[in-house]
């Protein structure tokens, strides 16, 4: 794990910035690595971390285990990551953090939060995105459940607009929260869809997606193909992270829209998961 540290003074950052919890999306990397060289003037101090060092020097999603399927984490465990979380949470303990992502799936940004969660309701509306997905029952060991994080998929993995879109919202972020000089911009509406089911895949050599992500699905609609057997929706639904390839067993997941971020304050201090380890 790497942490450099944007700001002057002895008082320990409340504000974190993350890249590289999976080693193979190097768009918060790349964002970050511009953030060291620029050293832009900021009024609260900032971390900047990259968090699975290794598996980004092999250019791999994770090199023993998914870290962010893992957390809390284990400091004896034999896998690496399980021992990675545990230092990763004390890191980023007491502080706000924006970590950043990519997808198979999508090539604009949008959000993974809990949609009751007070920061997410706070933070969306200032950052440029889609939308955010409220993951529910299917983010057993996910960081946001023992950390005040914000996830951002920030476009398709490897592209430049990916890493672009991470450089931006991390200046959208830090002016949001008065670390970066600037008036804040007015508050966006931001939909919030909420992950309902998985949609499994059959065995096939080809593989096909027909709709847009966060686009609504009627009942009756074909939605994806397996080979030559065609999905199609008995009820309608929202797809989120839907691509061909992005998964072995799944094409993504169905969802529904449950609401809107919209014009809240911003809350910076200590949230609720401050003494989380």
């Known amino acids: 794990m790497r942490v450099e540290r944007l700001g002057d003074g002895d008082d320990e950052p409340e504000l974190a910035v993350m890249a590289a919890v999976h080693g193979d999306e190097p ?28 598996a980004v020097e092999r250019n791999v999603r994770y090199t023993e285990a998914d870290l962010n399927r893992v957390f809390p984490g284990d400091p004896d465990a034999p896998e690496y990551e399980r021992r990675l979380a545990p230092e990763l949470l004390r890191e980023v303990r007491g502080c706000t953090t924006l970590s950043l992502h990519s997808t198979q799936s999508f090539d604009r ?56 879109n991470a450089y931006e919202l991390i200046g959208e972020f830090l002016t949001a929260v008065g670390a970066l000089p600037g008036e804040r911009p007015d508050a966006r509406r931001v939909p919030i869809y909420q992950l309902k089911r998985r949609i499994p895949k059959d065995p096939a050599e080809e593989y096909g997606v027909l709709v847009e992500n966060f686009e609504r699905v009627a009942a009756g609609t074909t939605f994806a193909t397996a080979g030559e057997h065609e999905l199609v929706a008995d009820e309608p639904f929202y797809p989120v992270l839907l691509s061909s390839y992005g998964y072995q067993e799944e094409f993504g997941y169905a969802a529904e829209r449950i609401g809107d971020f919209d014009r809240n304050p911003v809350e910076t201090g200590r949230g609720s998961h401050a003494g989380a380890q």
């Open 27 to 54: 768009c918060g990397v790349r964002a970050i690595e511009r953030l060291v060289d620029e050293r832009p003037a900021v009024e609260r101090p900032v971390k900047l971390i990259v968090a699975n060092e290794r």
């Open 109 to 164: 940004p949008f959000a993974v939060v809990e949609a009751d969660d007070p920061l997410a309701a706070a933070i969306c509306p200032y950052l440029s995105i889609e939308a955010a997905v409220d993951v529910g029952g299917f983010g057993e060991g996910r960081l946001i459940d023992y950390a005040d994080v914000i996830e951002v998929e920030c476009g398709l993995q490897n592209s430049e607009g990916a890493a672009e």
